[in-house]
Protein backbone atom coordinates (compact mmCIF):
# COMPACT_ATOMS: atom_id res chain seq x y z
CA UNK A 1 0.00 0.00 0.00
CA UNK A 2 1.17 3.40 -0.52
CA UNK A 3 1.97 5.91 2.35
CA UNK A 4 3.58 9.20 2.91
CA UNK A 5 5.43 10.97 5.48
CA UNK A 6 5.66 14.70 6.37
CA UNK A 7 8.09 15.38 8.67
CA UNK A 8 7.21 18.21 11.01
CA UNK A 9 3.69 19.52 11.23
CA UNK A 10 5.25 23.39 11.66
CA UNK A 11 7.98 24.93 10.06
CA UNK A 12 9.05 28.01 10.33
CA UNK A 13 11.28 30.63 8.38
CA UNK A 14 12.09 33.63 8.22
CA UNK A 15 11.20 35.91 4.86
CA UNK A 16 13.87 35.43 2.49
CA UNK A 17 15.59 31.76 4.18
CA UNK A 18 15.43 28.80 2.24
CA UNK A 19 11.95 26.91 2.72
CA UNK A 20 12.27 23.04 2.82
CA UNK A 21 9.66 20.55 3.39
CA UNK A 22 10.11 16.97 4.04
CA UNK A 23 7.86 14.17 1.95
CA UNK A 24 9.08 10.37 2.09
CA UNK A 25 6.76 7.69 0.54
CA UNK A 26 6.25 4.27 0.39
CA UNK A 27 5.16 2.43 -2.73
CA UNK A 28 5.46 -0.86 -4.11
CA UNK A 29 4.95 0.66 -7.54
CA UNK A 30 6.72 3.59 -9.79
CA UNK A 31 4.91 6.50 -7.48
CA UNK A 32 3.02 9.55 -9.00
CA UNK A 33 4.26 12.10 -6.48
CA UNK A 34 1.70 15.87 -6.05
CA UNK A 35 2.76 18.56 -3.90
CA UNK A 36 -0.68 20.70 -3.28
CA UNK A 37 -0.70 23.67 -1.17
CA UNK A 38 -3.73 25.38 1.04
CA UNK A 39 -4.76 28.94 2.40
CA UNK A 40 -6.70 29.23 5.02
CA UNK A 41 -10.18 28.22 4.40
CA UNK A 42 -9.91 27.44 1.02
CA UNK A 43 -9.57 24.13 -1.11
CA UNK A 44 -6.24 22.48 -2.43
CA UNK A 45 -3.89 24.11 -5.51
CA UNK A 46 -1.66 21.95 -7.21
CA UNK A 47 2.26 23.62 -6.72
CA UNK A 48 3.73 20.43 -8.73
CA UNK A 49 3.63 16.94 -9.98
CA UNK A 50 6.30 14.16 -10.46
CA UNK A 51 5.27 11.80 -13.18
CA UNK A 52 9.11 9.97 -13.74
CA UNK A 53 9.90 12.82 -16.57
CA UNK A 54 12.31 14.21 -14.35
CA UNK A 55 13.43 13.72 -10.68
CA UNK A 56 13.67 17.47 -10.83
CA UNK A 57 10.43 18.89 -10.90
CA UNK A 58 9.53 23.08 -11.03
CA UNK A 59 6.35 24.16 -10.10
CA UNK A 60 4.52 27.70 -9.39
CA UNK A 61 5.97 30.26 -7.21
CA UNK A 62 9.57 29.26 -7.25
CA UNK A 63 9.02 26.19 -5.96
CA UNK A 64 10.87 22.68 -6.87
CA UNK A 65 10.82 19.00 -5.42
CA UNK A 66 13.56 16.57 -6.09
CA UNK A 67 12.39 12.95 -6.50
CA UNK A 68 15.18 10.83 -4.82
CA UNK A 69 14.17 7.11 -5.43
CA UNK A 70 17.11 5.87 -3.28
CA UNK A 71 15.67 7.93 -0.10
CA UNK A 72 12.22 7.11 -1.30
CA UNK A 73 11.86 11.55 -0.65
CA UNK A 74 10.16 14.08 -2.35
CA UNK A 75 11.08 17.05 -0.25
CA UNK A 76 9.98 20.74 -1.46
CA UNK A 77 12.29 23.77 -1.38
CA UNK A 78 11.90 26.93 -2.67
CA UNK A 79 15.28 29.52 -2.22
CA UNK A 80 13.62 32.44 -0.58
CA UNK A 81 10.42 32.35 1.56
CA UNK A 82 7.58 35.16 0.95
CA UNK A 83 4.90 36.06 3.63
CA UNK A 84 2.32 35.37 0.82
CA UNK A 85 3.96 31.33 1.12
CA UNK A 86 2.72 31.19 4.44
CA UNK A 87 -0.60 28.19 4.30
CA UNK A 88 -0.11 24.28 4.63
CA UNK A 89 1.32 22.24 2.65
CA UNK A 90 0.24 18.67 1.46
CA UNK A 91 2.40 15.62 -0.10
CA UNK A 92 0.46 13.26 -1.79
CA UNK A 93 1.18 9.76 -3.86
CA UNK A 94 -1.04 7.76 -6.61
CA UNK A 95 -2.19 4.42 -4.99
CA UNK A 96 -1.33 3.21 -8.39
CA UNK A 97 -4.54 1.84 -9.36
CA UNK A 98 -6.88 3.04 -11.76
CA UNK A 99 -9.47 5.94 -10.88
CA UNK A 100 -6.51 8.43 -10.01
CA UNK A 101 -6.79 8.15 -6.06
CA UNK A 102 -4.51 9.71 -4.01
CA UNK A 103 -2.86 9.20 -0.45
CA UNK A 104 -1.94 12.36 1.55
CA UNK A 105 0.53 13.49 4.24
CA UNK A 106 -0.78 14.58 7.57
CA UNK A 107 -0.14 18.03 5.81
CA UNK A 108 2.90 20.46 7.09
CA UNK A 109 1.96 24.32 8.24
CA UNK A 110 4.46 27.09 6.93
CA UNK A 111 4.62 30.57 8.92
CA UNK A 112 6.95 32.88 7.77
CA UNK A 113 8.09 35.57 9.82
CA UNK A 114 9.09 39.11 8.75
CA UNK B 1 -14.42 30.94 -15.84
CA UNK B 2 -13.95 26.56 -15.27
CA UNK B 3 -13.34 25.48 -12.01
CA UNK B 4 -15.49 23.29 -9.60
CA UNK B 5 -18.48 25.29 -6.98
CA UNK B 6 -19.18 23.86 -3.07
CA UNK B 7 -21.90 25.13 -1.56
CA UNK B 8 -22.55 26.25 1.27
CA UNK B 9 -19.21 27.70 2.62
CA UNK B 10 -20.81 27.22 6.42
CA UNK B 11 -22.96 24.58 7.11
CA UNK B 12 -24.40 24.02 10.92
CA UNK B 13 -26.43 20.85 11.63
CA UNK B 14 -28.47 19.88 14.55
CA UNK B 15 -27.39 16.23 16.21
CA UNK B 16 -29.42 13.45 14.03
CA UNK B 17 -30.27 15.48 11.06
CA UNK B 18 -29.14 14.75 7.72
CA UNK B 19 -27.56 17.56 5.60
CA UNK B 20 -25.99 17.84 1.70
CA UNK B 21 -23.41 19.29 0.32
CA UNK B 22 -23.11 20.83 -2.82
CA UNK B 23 -20.25 20.14 -5.85
CA UNK B 24 -20.44 21.39 -8.80
CA UNK B 25 -18.35 20.86 -11.91
CA UNK B 26 -18.05 22.97 -14.94
CA UNK B 27 -14.43 21.44 -16.23
CA UNK B 28 -16.07 18.58 -18.44
CA UNK B 29 -14.03 16.03 -15.51
CA UNK B 30 -14.80 12.27 -15.87
CA UNK B 31 -13.69 11.66 -12.11
CA UNK B 32 -15.01 13.13 -8.87
CA UNK B 33 -14.10 12.78 -5.13
CA UNK B 34 -15.30 13.39 -1.86
CA UNK B 35 -12.57 14.25 1.29
CA UNK B 36 -12.74 15.11 4.76
CA UNK B 37 -9.99 16.99 6.25
CA UNK B 38 -9.68 17.05 9.98
CA UNK B 39 -6.51 19.26 11.51
CA UNK B 40 -3.46 17.08 11.57
CA UNK B 41 -4.68 14.43 9.47
CA UNK B 42 -4.25 15.35 6.28
CA UNK B 43 -7.01 14.41 3.79
CA UNK B 44 -9.23 11.31 3.57
CA UNK B 45 -11.14 9.72 0.97
CA UNK B 46 -14.99 9.50 1.75
CA UNK B 47 -16.24 8.43 -1.85
CA UNK B 48 -15.57 8.88 -5.46
CA UNK B 49 -17.04 8.42 -8.96
CA UNK B 50 -15.27 7.46 -12.20
CA UNK B 51 -18.56 8.08 -14.30
CA UNK B 52 -21.86 8.65 -14.12
CA UNK B 53 -24.65 6.46 -12.39
CA UNK B 54 -21.67 4.61 -11.02
CA UNK B 55 -19.65 5.48 -7.19
CA UNK B 56 -17.51 3.52 -4.81
CA UNK B 57 -16.86 3.88 -0.99
CA UNK B 58 -13.54 5.63 -0.03
CA UNK B 59 -11.60 4.78 2.95
CA UNK B 60 -14.42 6.66 5.32
CA UNK B 61 -17.62 5.95 3.58
CA UNK B 62 -19.46 4.74 7.21
CA UNK B 63 -21.76 7.43 7.65
CA UNK B 64 -22.22 9.21 4.28
CA UNK B 65 -24.23 8.64 0.50
CA UNK B 66 -23.58 10.19 -2.85
CA UNK B 67 -25.06 9.95 -6.15
CA UNK B 68 -23.92 10.79 -9.49
CA UNK B 69 -26.56 11.24 -11.54
CA UNK B 70 -25.52 13.77 -13.60
CA UNK B 71 -21.21 14.26 -14.62
CA UNK B 72 -21.04 17.70 -13.50
CA UNK B 73 -22.63 17.42 -9.98
CA UNK B 74 -21.57 15.06 -6.96
CA UNK B 75 -23.22 15.82 -3.78
CA UNK B 76 -22.61 14.25 -0.94
CA UNK B 77 -24.95 13.55 1.99
CA UNK B 78 -23.99 13.31 5.92
CA UNK B 79 -26.30 11.08 7.44
CA UNK B 80 -27.24 11.09 11.11
CA UNK B 81 -24.87 7.70 11.53
CA UNK B 82 -21.82 9.79 11.34
CA UNK B 83 -20.62 9.84 14.50
CA UNK B 84 -18.21 12.58 14.09
CA UNK B 85 -19.18 15.02 11.30
CA UNK B 86 -17.97 18.31 12.13
CA UNK B 87 -14.83 18.52 9.66
CA UNK B 88 -14.16 20.75 6.50
CA UNK B 89 -15.42 18.81 3.37
CA UNK B 90 -13.67 18.94 -0.41
CA UNK B 91 -14.59 17.81 -3.56
CA UNK B 92 -12.08 17.29 -6.49
CA UNK B 93 -12.33 16.31 -9.68
CA UNK B 94 -9.96 14.90 -12.32
CA UNK B 95 -9.82 14.46 -15.87
CA UNK B 96 -9.89 11.19 -17.57
CA UNK B 97 -9.11 8.25 -15.50
CA UNK B 98 -4.91 7.99 -15.29
CA UNK B 99 -3.10 7.36 -12.32
CA UNK B 100 -0.96 10.32 -12.76
CA UNK B 101 -3.55 13.24 -13.38
CA UNK B 102 -4.04 16.20 -11.20
CA UNK B 103 -6.81 16.55 -8.85
CA UNK B 104 -8.41 20.20 -8.81
CA UNK B 105 -10.58 20.78 -5.92
CA UNK B 106 -12.87 23.08 -4.68
CA UNK B 107 -13.05 25.97 -1.85
CA UNK B 108 -14.40 23.54 0.71
CA UNK B 109 -17.46 23.35 2.90
CA UNK B 110 -17.04 23.73 6.92
CA UNK B 111 -19.37 21.32 8.63
CA UNK B 112 -20.32 22.01 12.25
CA UNK B 113 -22.92 20.00 14.81
CA UNK B 114 -24.14 21.86 16.82
Known amino acids: AQSVTQLGSHVSVSEGALVLLRCNYS??????LFWYVQYPNQGLQLLLKYTSAATLVKGINDFEAEFKKSETSFHLTKPSAHMSDAAEYFC????????????FGQGTILTVHP | DGGITQSPKYLFRKEGQNVTLSCEQN?????MYWYRQDPGQGLRLIYYSQIVNDFQKGDIAEGYSVSREKKESFPLTVTSAQKNPTAFYLC?????????????FGPGTRLTVL
Open chain 2, 92 to 104: ASMVGQGIGNEQF
Open chain 2, 27 to 31: LNHDA
Open chain 1, 92 to 103: AVSRGTSYGKLT
Open chain 1, 27 to 32: SSVPPY
